[in-house]
């Protein structure tokens, strides 16, 4: 009798770790906690530069990204409409720094981000290699607010959720 629960508690743990160690794959919004909206390049510009920014959620191109696995819990995330990710654009990583769009390049450290699961279909992003987090500067959420680089600071603001999205436009 014993061994069946020792076997069958190593297969539920088993089946936990496995759960939690799924990788994202596809296509997602990714939506603020405490705002409400979505991640999205400022005026779905294409152009190299462009601020992150919060915006309304709507079933767009712009406002959906593609996780690219790269090992853990970290991704590159390439934006359907622009074919860019967002990064700290050449400068260093550092507190209040906006986030912009460039293309994606697999070999920049800067463009490599942590979804760190926080057991509740929540995320925290963080920049890998850092202790800087995505986080709206507007904590009411304004329109068009960049996304900037933060500490950790235990507020919704720097939660996230993602679903799949398959947008037409």
């Not at 794959?25 to 909206?37: C, F, M, P, Q």
């Not at 934006?79 to 050449?90: D, R, S, V």
């Amino acid at each position: 009798m014993r061994t069946k629960q020792i076997v069958a508690t190593a297969f539920l743990l088993l089946g936990l770790i496995s759960a939690s160690a799924q990788n994202i794959e596809g296509t997602y919004a990714i939506k603020n906690v405490e705002t409400g909206k979505l991640l999205r390049i400022k005026d779905a510009n294409g152009s190299d530069l462009t601020p992150l920014v919060l915006y309304s959620p709507v079933n767009w191109k712009c406002m959906t990204w593609d996780f690219q696995h790269v090992s853990g819990e970290t991704y590159h995330l390439k934006n359907l409409f622009t074919g860019k990710t967002f990064t700290t654009a050449g400068q260093p990583a550092k507190e209040g720094i906006e986030l912009k769009q460039l293309p994606l390049d697999a070999n920049d450290a800067m463009q490599k981000w942590e979804f760190i699961d926080q057991g509740d279909k929540t995320y925290l992003i963080r920049l890998a290699g850092t202790e800087l987090y995505v986080t709206p500067s507007d904590s009411k959420g304004a329109t068009n607010s960049p996304i900037i680089l933060s500490k950790k600071s235990g507020s919704e603001l720097q939660l996230w959720t993602i679903y799949e999205q398959h947008p037409t436009m």
